[in-house]
């Protein structure tokens, strides 16, 4: 029979699969020997099942009762007695965390019948009435979908007849009558009493963790943090330790490090008298861990020594939650601590520092996501004051409107506008208006706040805790300025300033470092450690699409190994339009030959500056390939201009020339190898321009490596026709210099019959922009905006194909050409140009699957280039998580 329930110490911290990563680092500090109060997990694979059938699998009850008998005999408590009753949580905990994302039921056990029983137990009738009104709230809002808000006007209600503030300051008749309140409340929106059996309170409690699972929000945080969604939570049932039994308990969390910058030392909140998220919620404002020295040196000097422990043991930044009940201290949970990018490049530098780890692991500990987000810009050294300040919650520099609400954000920014999120505290509600902003700024709660570790894990900028500003509905006062929505705000996420206007942006200190600016720092030194080890590593070659000098030059100081994507139909844009116009105009071949001419010189000087700034290094030139009407007036304009009677002769006469070339699906029409295959001689022009360039640039004493690329191949026969011509151009021109020449592989045909086209191309490049959308049957132009949020939300796709290659699918294609061509040709090098040679997921398909050569935009050499070495490293897994 599946076994569906681990004891803690049964668990290990390599069974996050199954017991999700809280359970199964609650074994792991089990093992360890730290005080964790005692407790199970029920796997994900219950979850799942109870998901699939709507009912718990069979046997579950009966094993969860077995443990709950062995965890009553080890507490000498039985659950929910009366006269001395156990407590338990029952906490959600998926594989990847998931913060506020699930539920997490605590106190469960009591009942009107056990209330008295802990009020003996712990000697305060206050706690035992709190510790109850909390359950029924906690446990109507999350199993009995009862509105929260009932619950808070009825505690607002009690705080305001008594004429109070604080929910601390509601004594225990205060609260017994709360309970009361609450328990009408629970009827009312349910029909039922509120459930006495601390057994089915349990069990019910259960169901909706495992429920929780597809709740709104969980659903919408996987997608965005790219989590599947068929993995289900396990649920951590947990004897109770109580934070709020007075001035000598608390809770709290911590860092080993801290998780924006990386420096090494004690960093956490902590919160007298209280229980469970209150810490993280930003109910009540907390204190540092340097205060809490002061408050019980004695916790404070074991907790000390726990976090020691753990940074020793797993090598790596850890977060805690801990609870201190009347001076004792316990772990509620640990965990590889989320951070910043910038710290996870700092954090693993230092640890092989520190010889902790080796550079390798060091290596697979950051990736290529985090490098894109080091590569934004920040706010210019500005002497601007700043409006409030708060704490630097997650890095980078964010421009916006100040918006109030989650639901307007996301609104706005639907419409183009750049918001800043502003809350007084966020909850996972929120969530929407988090991704919608740019930026995120909250009045209370510290590093730990939902705020700041959502904001991190999407690397969105956050100021938090700025507790200067009286956040509104809609607007925020701040000594005496107000803001209202609208207005333009500047926040700083590195150091936590919030500028009322806009305030200029510079560069990052990384992509400077790339550009090879004298920069230092530790972030730098870090980045230029990991990707030179990198580079040692890596088997793909990583080259960069560009067609202007500037951008070649950039992508060299990047780490370009070549050009992989030269496009060249920029080169037929602008002035050189007119150009075009006429060799489309032009009646016969003579009229054609005189255009491109004229085209000629223009474009061997395109040529002679890309190849001087990669000068000794691969380029490889695509032969022009969209459709025609690009570079054609629009059909619109001119039929309205010939409707109204301002067309010029030459206009009706590129009327009818559009009219001619016109095409209802012009990507699957006239473009590429066809285009050159149709109009006589503008290919051989291109090659002509490409053979005297490199002939021009050899003469100056370069070392020119043009490679020529044919574009939209689909049959062999199209590519022979092309290379014989390009070869005869290039024995006249430039004799002695090598040219090969090759192919795009972007038509599913060509994928499919590679073996036949390697017979006669030199190389392959993989076009999976091109491969996408023929093989999908999407167009690439529309289908973002028309169906992809749809698809995303059914979950046809987890991520557009568009941007991640869809391995299962387009990557079969690249896996069959790759097999083909090589076979036909084991010289044949092969590359990839689409977008996704620069998407991190996608390069570790490509190394899998045997690729010679990534090709990206510049600004994600870096990218490619690191995640070229995590793939070596990896050694075929392609889970980049
Ligand atoms: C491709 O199709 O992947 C490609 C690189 O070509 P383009 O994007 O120019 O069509
Ligand atoms: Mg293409």
């Given at each position: 029979m599946t076994k569906f329930v681990y004891a803690f110490a049964e668990g290990n911290r390599d069974l996050k699969d199954l017991l999700g990563g809280k359970g199964a680092n609650l074994a792991e500090m089990t093992r360890l020997g730290l005080p964790v109060p005692p407790g199970f997990t029920i796997t994900t694979e219950a979850c799942r099942a109870y998901l699939a059938d709507g009912e718990v699998p069979a046997g579950l009850d009966e094993e969860v009762g077995d443990h709950l008998r062995r965890l009553e005999e080890r507490m000498g408590r039985r659950l929910g007695d009366p006269a001395d009753p156990l407590l338990v949580s029952v906490r959600s905990g998926a594989k990847f965390s998931m913060p506020g994302m699930m539920e997490t039921v605590l106190n469960v056990g009591l009942t009107d019948a056990s209330v008295a029983g802990l009020a003996a137990q712990s000697g305060s009738d206050r706690f035992a009435w709190d510790s109850y009104r909390r359950l029924i709230q906690m446990f109507g809002k999350t199993v009995c979908d009862v509105p929260g808000d009932a619950f808070e006007a009825a505690i607002d209600d009690a705080k305001k007849a008594k004429g109070v503030r604080d929910d601390v300051d509601l004594d225990s008749r205060d609260l017994e009558q709360l309970v009361d309140a609450y328990k009408k409340i629970f009827r009312e929106h349910t029909g039922r009493d509120f459930p006495q059996q601390p057994r089915e309170q349990m069990e019910l409690a259960v169901r909706a963790v495992f429920a929780s699972w597809n709740a709104e929000r969980a659903v919408l945080y996987r997608r965005q943090e790219r989590i599947p969604a068929d993995l289900g939570t396990a649920v951590n049932i947990v004897a109770m330790v109580f934070g709020n039994l007075g001035p000598d308990s608390g809770t709290g969390v911590a860092f080993t490090r801290d998780p924006a910058t990386g420096e090494r030392g004690v960093y956490g909140d902590y919160l007298q008298n209280a229980q469970g998220e209150d810490v993280v919620a930003g109910i009540r404002n907390t204190?540092?861990?340097?205060?809490?020295?002061?408050?019980?040196?004695?916790?404070?000097?074991?907790?000390?020594?726990?976090?020691?422990?753990?940074?020793?043991?797993?090598?790596?930044?850890?977060?805690?939650?801990?609870?201190?009940?009347?001076?004792?201290?316990?772990?509620?949970?640990?965990?590889?601590?989320?951070?910043?990018?910038?710290?996870?490049?700092?954090?693993?530098?230092?640890?092989?520092?520190?010889?902790?780890?080796?550079?390798?692991?060091?290596?697979?500990?950051?990736?290529?996501?985090?490098?894109?987000?080091?590569?934004?810009?920040?706010?210019?050294?500005?002497?601007?004051?700043?409006?409030?300040?708060?704490?630097?919650?997650?890095?980078?520099?964010?421009?916006?409107?100040?918006?109030?609400?989650?639901?307007?954000?996301?609104?706005?920014?639907?419409?183009?506008?750049?918001?800043?999120?502003?809350?007084?505290?966020?909850?996972?509600?929120?969530?929407?208006?988090?991704?919608?902003?740019?930026?995120?700024?909250?009045?209370?709660?510290?590093?730990?706040?939902?705020?700041?570790?959502?904001?991190?894990?999407?690397?969105?900028?956050?100021?938090?805790?700025?507790?200067?500003?009286?956040?509104?509905?809609?607007?925020?006062?701040?000594?005496?300025?107000?803001?209202?929505?609208?207005?333009?705000?500047?926040?700083?996420?590195?150091?936590?300033?919030?500028?009322?206007?806009?305030?200029?942006?510079?560069?990052?200190?990384?992509?400077?470092?790339?550009?090879?600016?004298?920069?230092?720092?530790?972030?730098?030194?870090?980045?230029?450690?990991?990707?030179?080890?990198?580079?040692?590593?890596?088997?793909?070659?990583?080259?960069?699409?560009?067609?202007?000098?500037?951008?070649?030059?950039?992508?060299?100081?990047?780490?370009?190994?070549?050009?992989?994507?030269?496009?060249?139909?920029?080169?037929?844009?602008?002035?050189?339009?007119?150009?075009?116009?006429?060799?489309?105009?032009?009646?016969?071949?003579?009229?054609?030959?005189?255009?491109?001419?004229?085209?000629?010189?223009?474009?061997?000087?395109?040529?002679?500056?890309?190849?001087?700034?990669?000068?000794?290094?691969?380029?490889?030139?695509?032969?022009?390939?969209?459709?025609?009407?690009?570079?054609?007036?629009?059909?619109?304009?001119?039929?309205?201009?010939?409707?109204?009677?301002?067309?010029?002769?030459?206009?009706?006469?590129?009327l009818a020339a559009v009219r001619r070339t016109h095409e209802q699906n012009p990507m699957l029409g006239l473009r590429g190898v066809r285009l050159g295959l149709v109009i006589p001689g503008l290919f051989e022009m291109q090659v002509r321009a490409i053979a005297q360039a490199a002939a021009d640039v050899r003469a100056a004493g370069g070392d020119p490596r043009p490679e020529i690329m044919v574009p939209l191949v689909g049959a062999v026969q199209e590519f022979e026709v092309v290379r014989a011509q390009a070869l005869a151009v290039i024995a006249d021109v430039a004799p002695d210099v090598t040219i090969p020449i090759g192919t795009m592989i972007e038509v599913p045909r060509a994928a499919l019959t590679a073996g036949d086209i390697a017979a006669s191309a030199e190389f392959f490049s993989f076009g999976t922009n091109d491969l996408t959308q023929m093989g999908w049957g999407f167009s690439r132009d529309d289908v973002e905006a028309a169906f992809f949020p749809r698809y995303l939300d059914l979950g046809i796709f987890g991520v557009s194909p568009f941007e991640t290659l869809d391995a299962q699918g387009i990557g079969r294609l690249v896996r069959i050409a790759v097999e083909e061509g090589r076979a036909a040709r084991p010289d044949l090098k092969i590359g990839v140009c689409g977008e996704h040679g620069g998407d991190p997921a996608s390069v570790h398909f490509f190394h899998d699957t045997g690729l010679d050569y990534v090709s990206c935009s510049p600004f994600r050499v870096p990218v490619a280039r690191l995640e070229a070495g995590r793939a070596a490293l990896e050694g075929g897994s392609s889970d980049s998580r």
């Open positions: 204190v540092t861990l340097q205060e809490l020295e002061k408050l019980d040196a004695a916790s404070f000097a074991e907790l000390m020594r726990i976090m020691t422990v753990l940074e020793g043991h797993y090598k790596d930044l850890c977060d805690i939650e801990f609870t201190i009940e009347r001076g004792r201290l316990w772990m509620l949970q640990t965990r590889v601590g989320k951070r910043t990018a910038a710290a996870a490049f700092i954090i693993a530098h230092q640890l092989v520092d520190e010889g902790v780890i080796d550079l390798d692991e060091a290596l697979l500990r950051v990736d290529g996501v985090q490098l894109s987000h080091l590569m934004f810009p920040a706010f210019a050294m500005t002497d601007a004051k700043p409006l409030a300040k708060g704490v630097a919650a997650a890095p980078g520099a964010a421009v916006g409107k100040a918006v109030f609400d989650a639901r307007r954000a996301a609104e706005w920014a639907d419409k183009g506008e750049k918001v800043i999120l502003v809350r007084r505290e966020t909850n996972p509600d929120d969530l929407p208006g988090m991704i919608a902003a740019t930026g995120i700024l909250t009045s209370r709660g510290g590093k730990t706040s939902h705020a700041a570790v959502v904001a991190r894990g999407m690397g969105r900028t956050c100021v938090c805790g700025a507790e200067d500003i009286e956040v509104g509905v809609d607007r925020f006062t701040v000594d005496g300025t107000v803001v209202h929505e609208g207005d333009l705000l500047s926040i700083d996420g590195t150091t936590g300033k919030v500028y009322l206007g806009e305030i200029p942006v510079e560069p990052s200190p990384v992509v400077q470092y790339f550009e090879g600016k004298p920069v230092a720092g530790a972030l730098v030194t870090a980045v230029d450690r990991l990707l030179r080890h990198a580079d040692q590593v890596r088997r793909l070659g990583v080259r960069t699409n560009a067609d202007t000098a500037d951008d070649a030059a950039r992508a060299r100081r990047f780490g370009a190994a070549g050009i992989g994507l030269c496009r060249t139909e920029h080169m037929f844009l602008g002035t050189r339009r007119a150009l075009v116009e006429e060799l489309i105009l032009a009646t016969g071949q003579d009229g054609q030959a005189v255009a491109l001419e004229k085209l000629l010189p223009l474009q061997r000087k395109d040529f002679v500056e890309i190849l001087t700034a990669m000068d000794g290094l691969p380029v490889t030139i695509r032969l022009i390939d969209p459709p025609l009407h690009e570079f054609l007036p629009s059909l619109e304009e001119l039929s309205v201009k010939a409707a109204t009677g301002e067309a010029s002769a030459r206009e009706r006469e590129l």
